[in-house]
């Protein structure tokens, strides 16, 4: 007679061996309590920006009843200070250092001018004018945050966790584009527009607080004047990958500012939809983004960075043309507007992921404030003139026939990468390639 050897059964997992399994699945970087806080701060920022993104503009719509030059004017007031500042702001973050101390100064600074619009609701004197000057002011302490983020962010995240920071950093931003826009229009349906901006003023002082935890080293400062102002803007005119990433994203940044300047007017006037369906219709929308930031990494390693980045501006800006040929029942005009937000929002990841993770390779340490404050004064430089042009064609022409303009000329960006060597680059995969890509012996 056989005796049939059977195995126990297995004891259930432990605590700690489930505490094991569920940290294995923390991505390395947020195991790291200084990235973790630099992180934790972007991320409350970003939803942040995404209730005023809705919440500033119907404002001016439904509060003030601005025309399409008005909104146009607050559009680009907001871009303006880099085209003015960008060059000068980078050249002085890079001779001072302290880049951490100038980004918490100007979380503070935009907690201060967005508070400051509510409170002047409650007490009924708003005016556009507080709207232009609040934009303007925000846009220029924008420049100063801009411009030391780079040099802090490579202090803190290893070289070859490069595109994982980057992938991590947009995720949240793609997130934000999923809840920001919702909770900003549902916010604007039940306190109005100026007491939803309250949310986003709070959301800097949380950028502030956890900024203010984490200390890294920093580059050092750049103390020698010579060529201070213009060595960012020497270093891109030498580097055909940068030049390449600036032409394609001034041109795309300029027309998607003729259709952001006028997108929420031609909504609420032209579709006659609400203030909440339209943070709704955003929100679902931008689930593109949050796909487009889980893809990328494996795009990029399959295809290349360099065309992932191209196929992220075509995904960007053709998607756009669904706008202005919305009409029908109103499903209909929904469902288009959804399928333009979802695929443009998933190229934008794909392209700003792509792109941040090129630039922490190209670019010199020494140089990044001022190669990063040189390329925003060109490519952001843009987005008021874009939005000036489209609040008068809009005028002029009327909100569809500019809209046709703004997404049929955001294609141009797209094509101008195809020639350059941009779309061909790969990302080193040693700290020596890293090295000879930024042109180092």
């Known amino acids: 007679m056989s005796a049939t050897t059977r195995r126990a059964p297995s004891a259930p997992p432990g605590p700690q061996r489930l505490a094991g399994r569920a940290r294995d699945r923390i991505p390395l970087l947020l195991r790291d309590t200084v990235f973790r806080r630099y992180w934790s701060g972007q991320t409350i920022s970003m939803f942040g920006d995404q209730i005023s993104a809705i919440a500033v503009p119907l404002a001016a719509v439904l509060v003030l009843h601005a ?41 503070l600074g935009r907690f201060v001018l967005l508070a400051s619009i509510p409170a002047a609701y409650a007490l009924h004197v708003l005016t556009l004018t507080q709207l232009f000057v609040a934009a303007f002011g ?24 490069y595109l994982d920071g980057n992938t991590l950093i947009y995720a949240s931003r793609a997130l934000s584009f999923v809840g920001g826009p919702s909770i900003g229009g549902l916010l604007v349906q039940l306190f109005t527009a100026p007491f939803a901006i309250i949310a986003d003023a709070v959301s800097f002082l949380g950028s502030a607080f956890f900024l203010s935890r984490i200390h890294p080293a920093e580059p050092p400062p750049d103390r020698s004047g010579k060529g201070a102002v213009t060595a960012g803007a020497r270093f891109i005119t030498r580097s055909p990958i940068v030049r390449a990433s600036l032409a394609s994203v001034a041109v795309i940044n300029f027309f998607n500012l003729m259709f952001f300047a006028l997108y929420l007017l031609y909504a609420v006037r032209t579709l006659h939809i609400g203030a909440g369906v339209i943070g709704v219709v955003l929100g679902a929308a931008a689930v593109g983004s949050v796909l487009g930031s889980a893809v990328t990494k494996r795009l990029a390693g399959r295809i290349g960075v360099g065309w992932a980045y191209a196929a992220g501006c075509a995904l960007f800006t053709a998607p756009l043309m669904l706008v202005p040929l919305a009409g029908g029942p109103r499903p209909l005009v929904l469902g288009t507007l959804f399928v333009a937000e979802f695929l443009s929002g998933f190229g934008v990841m794909v ?71 941009l779309a061909r680059f790969r990302m080193p995969e040693d700290a020596g390639g890293i090295s000879r890509a930024r042109g180092c012996p």
């Open 67 to 107: 025309s399409a030059a008005d909104m146009g004017y607050l559009t680009a007031l907001v871009w303006l200070p880099t085209l003015l500042f960008g060059l000068h702001a980078g050249a002085w973050v890079d001779r001072r250092g302290q880049r951490r101390a100038a980004m918490i100064a100007a979380d």
């Open 138 to 161: 925000e846009g220029l302490l924008s420049v100063l945050f801009t411009v030391a983020n780079p040099a802090v962010f490579v202090a803190i995240v290893p070289a070859e966790r």
């Open 351 to 421: 392209l700003d992921i792509s792109i941040g993770a090129i630039f922490a390779v190209v670019i010199p340490d020494e140089l990044r404030s001022r190669v990063t404050g040189a390329f925003q004064a060109v490519n952001y430089g843009t987005r008021p003139l874009g939005a000036l042009l489209g609040g008068l064609l809009g005028t002029q022409a009327g909100l569809r026939a500019a809209l046709w303009v703004a997404t049929v000329g955001g294609v141009i960006g797209f094509l101008v990468v195809l020639p350059s060597p």
